[in-house]
């Protein structure tokens, strides 16, 4: 499992989910599904007056921003690949969680860790994603 692609798909999502938030309150339009093809389509129906409110500068950084995580994820040989981390989710712990994606090259499973002792297996983290974004927004 690709941690990196994921992680990209999530934030692909969250950031196209939170522009549409933004026409549906500026246009008083209905939402749009919340599959990444709607909301593309949404957004592309109504990118001449997105593109002319204030934020526009931030829309077109952030998009920009999940065009090179996706390039990273797509081609990770020819750009800096940016290693996950994030606080560890287990309570009143400090530490920091990294995750390692399974090497192609080899049969090495990848593995996520918090720097205190703390491990899940890859299959756990869609579940530990979810807590990592509760943490978030209660912060």
Same mark, same amino acid.
């Given at each position: 499992m690709?941690?990196?692609? $994921?992680?990209t798909r999530?934030?692909?999502a969250?950031?196209? #989910?939170?522009? !549409?938030e933004?026409? *549906?309150?500026g246009?008083?339009?209905?939402?749009p599904?919340r599959s990444?093809?709607?909301?593309?389509?949404?957004l592309?129906?109504?990118?001449e007056?997105l593109?002319?409110q204030?934020?526009?500068?931030?829309?077109?950084?952030?998009?920009?921003g999940?065009?090179?995580?996706? $390039?990273?994820?797509i081609?990770p040989?020819?750009s800096?690949? #940016?290693?996950f !981390?994030a606080?560890? *989710?287990?309570?009143?712990c400090?530490?920091?969680?990294?995750?390692?994606?399974q090497?192609?090259?080899?049969?090495t499973?990848?593995?996520?860790?918090?720097s205190f002792g703390?491990s899940w297996?890859?299959?756990?983290?869609?579940?530990?994603r979810h807590?990592?974004?509760?943490?978030r927004?209660?912060?």
């Amino acid at each position: 499992m690709n941690v990196s692609a $994921l992680d990209t798909r999530y934030n692909i999502a969250a950031v196209l #989910r939170s522009w !549409a938030e933004v026409v *549906v309150e500026g246009l008083a339009v209905p939402a749009p599904d919340r599959s990444v093809t709607q909301l593309v389509s949404f957004l592309t129906r109504h990118l001449e007056w997105l593109t002319a409110q204030p934020p526009a500068g931030d829309f077109a950084d952030e998009i920009d921003g999940l065009r090179l995580d996706l $390039l990273r994820v797509i081609d990770p040989e020819h750009s800096r690949h #940016r290693a996950f !981390a994030a606080a560890c *989710v287990v309570d009143d712990c400090t530490g920091e969680i990294t995750a390692s994606p399974q090497s192609s090259r080899s049969t090495t499973k990848g593995s996520i860790s918090c720097s205190f002792g703390h491990s899940w297996e890859m299959r756990e983290w869609l579940t530990l994603r979810h807590l990592m974004n509760r943490q978030r927004e209660a912060a």
